[in-house]
């Protein structure tokens, strides 16, 4: 009974999961990715009407968020990421900080002293932090839209540094091929801040980028240690990373220092 209740719970997450990039679907779809009956298909997606969860329609089912509600709820679980990753600052720390928006998100909840940040990112310029926060910047090729700092020079400058720590933002992230990026020129910089650090690399990736593969590997599975992202993250990615290896710390809303990291 256990493992059947498990099985259908993990085909309604899975449900859910696939409306998140689809706010519509069509019962005969689900039932082929799910490989189920139509018949099943329409009792889940009863079963999650009446949790408002979703909507049924002729064939299918809507999302109950709008583009606009998920698009704040994605804001919000980077805000808390970025200020679970700001409290593992210490005093005195030297951090690498990438081109991620989420990475440049956690400058501005850091309330130590005495904190050095080097960064390929060129919005950290314009960017708020704490008045303990002191930024070096990388140099090298300036590549927009994204204002990223690439190429040989940032890349020399930081062979010569090791980090306390580094906050590394990713486009995706999954057991298989662990952390990716859509930017080739982004590649050699990502694994330099992962690898020379003398503490801790932690990979920032809220529940929309859990389970993707883009298409450069930055940073090996086997390399990753630890991973922030947020209670909306799929189970299933979740155990699996786990099962690599990694420490996954779960922010949760509500007051951020609730969040916590679970092997």
Do not use: W
Request: hydrophobic fraction near 35%; charged fraction near 30%; proline fraction near 2%.
């Amino acid at each position: 009974m256990k493992r059947e209740k498990a099985c259908v719970d993990g085909r309604r997450n899975r449900i859910l999961e696939i409306m998140r990039e689809r706010p519509q679907v069509r019962v005969d779809e689900l039932a082929k990715l799910l490989e189920v009956s139509v018949v099943t298909v329409r009792r889940d997606l009863q079963y999650l009407e009446e949790k408002n969860q979703l909507i049924r329609v002729y064939g299918g089912a809507v999302s109950v968020h709008s583009p606009e509600d998920r698009e704040d709820e994605v804001k919000l679980y980077r805000d808390l990421i970025a200020r679970y990753a700001a409290s593992l600052v210490e005093d005195g720390d030297t951090l690498f900080i990438n081109t991620s928006s989420n990475a440049r998100q956690v400058l501005r909840y850091i309330t130590k002293k005495n904190v050095t940040v080097i960064t390929n990112n060129g919005r950290v310029i314009d960017a708020e932090r704490g008045p303990g926060v002191h930024v070096i910047l990388t140099g090298g090729e300036l590549r927009y839209p994204k204002e990223a700092m690439v190429g040989d020079y940032a890349i020399r400058n930081l062979q010569t540094v090791i980090a306390k720590k580094s906050f590394i933002g990713c486009s995706g992230i999954d057991s298989v091929n662990g952390m990716t990026t859509e930017n080739a020129n982004e590649v050699t910089i990502n694994q330099l801040m992962v690898r020379n650090v003398a503490k801790e690399s932690y990979i920032l990736a809220d529940h929309t980028k859990l389970g993707k593969s883009r298409s450069f590997i930055s940073c090996p599975i086997e390399e990753i240690k630890h991973l922030i992202t947020d209670e909306k993250a799929p189970a299933e990615v979740v155990e699996k990373l786990r099962a690599k290896g990694v420490m996954v710390h779960l922010v949760r809303r509500g007051d951020f220092s609730e969040a916590r990291g679970e092997a």
